[in-house]
């Protein structure tokens, strides 16, 4: 299946979790992610690999959480840019910078209380 991207597709997926004035719920958003990401075995890995830093894989994370929620919302074959999402981020005063940070300080506690 060729894969291809819709900024409409990835904003109603970012927007379906927000409120009506277009605010997202930081905390929950960012457990949403790790819930999802944690759940997939190739993803949770990479949590571990210190070679790709923290913020790094919270990107990943995120890129790869909105890839399965536009599958389940019946666009199966989209995927999320990085370009659309920084796109919505800077049009909502960086709320997904806020989930980011937390998902990177997620990974980084599960790096430290794993000795890595």
């Not at 995927?79 to 990974?107: C, F, M, N």
Request: charged fraction near 25%; proline fraction near 2%; aromatic fraction near 12%.
């Amino acid at each position: 299946m060729n894969k291809r991207t819709n900024a409409e597709y990835t904003n109603e997926i970012i927007n379906s979790y927000a409120d009506a004035a277009g605010n997202i719920d930081v905390s929950y958003f960012a457990h949403c992610v790790t819930i999802v990401a944690d759940n997939n075995r190739e993803t949770s890995e990479t949590k571990y690999n210190t070679r790709i830093k923290p913020r790094n894989v919270a990107i990943r994370w995120l890129l790869y959480f909105l890839e399965t929620e536009l599958y389940f919302a019946d666009h199966a074959g989209y995927y999320p840019t990085s370009k659309q999402v920084i796109a919505w981020d800077r049009s909502h005063a960086g709320q997904l910078e806020k989930v980011l940070d937390i998902i990177e300080k997620y990974i980084a506690d599960e790096r430290n209380a794993n000795g890595r």
